[in-house]
């Protein structure tokens, strides 16, 4: 049953206590609906675990007394034209199916994207509904998927002496060295950050590794493990390295029963030593429902890019998820 706020007093916005988890999480389970199970309320727990959570970022609606709504935004760091720009992804954003269309989702994202603002965040990411969040400020199309197709028939050989092992605490310095060479050129990428729980999916369904080959490091792959051939991340010490890596991610996927891998890869990377050895195809897509809000309008480069991405004068970056979005 549907409860107006005349009925049972006005939205009050205030930050999300220990104590509001449980009716979150219920919020979470009740307001998706698209399928028989639901990942939010693990999203929003996995984000609550992050090193760089902000409790202040993390917003409830009380109608009444009532928790009716959860909105959380997470900071990261967004790469354009070689500069980290400050950024909140907004996820999830929730509201109890007997208090919406009444203004609490509303309430939420805007009092949200103040705050966030106020912080000193420049730019707000989302992946939602195109007929909604516009209304905030946020611009449709501004991104999407970037990736690089292969037919198996054009794969490097398969190595025989690779080793697939889990990520280390040890493994990140290097790692986060090969992802500068790979990513820090190009223009709409998120920047992982130092923590292992930044490289280590928490789900069973997605895999990130390190190999070795001759007792040396020689990349990092994540990876579907129901469905190797879609990768979303490939970071290698050499072109030699790389034909290895996409020689194993082939024999993978032939396992599983694909003939064709994609590998999210900037487009507009341009160094060398990052061009795939071997025959490709280049496909990039924009989403409507992959959204941006500029919070800072002073900072004229993101404005420009965002111009050029939706006039399609520029392809975007590969804007790679987060492991925790893998839930």
Known sequence: MKRSITEHGDIIVRMEQVGDYHAVAEIDTQ????APYVSEGILTAALRQRKTF??????????AGDVAGHLLFSPYIFRIEGCDIPTVILAPLAVKPEYQGIGVGSKLVRQGLAIAKQK???LSLLLGHSDYYPRFGYLTR???KSFARINYADLPPIPSTLVERRVRLEDIPALLLLWEKWYGEANGVLKPGEA????ICMNRLFCSSVLWKDQELIGFIRYATDDPSQVFMLLSISPSATADM???LG????????SVLEISLP??????DTVLPCKYEWVNQLWDAAMVHILDESYSKLQAYFERVRQNEEKPGPVIWPVEFET
Do not use: H, M, Q
Request: hydrophobic letters at 45%; zero cysteines; charged letters at 20%.
């Open 54 to 63: 902000d409790p202040e970022l993390s917003l409830v609606a009380e109608v």
């Open 142 to 144: 501004a991104f999407g």
């Open 31 to 34: 307001a998706f609906t698209y």
């Open 120 to 122: 000193g965040y420049v």
């Open 267 to 272: 487009i507009n990377n341009r160094r060398n």
């Open 246 to 248: 996409l020689g194993y």
């Open 251 to 258: 024999s993978l996927a032939v396992k599983a029963g694909k």
């Open 196 to 199: 292992i729980t930044d490289w």
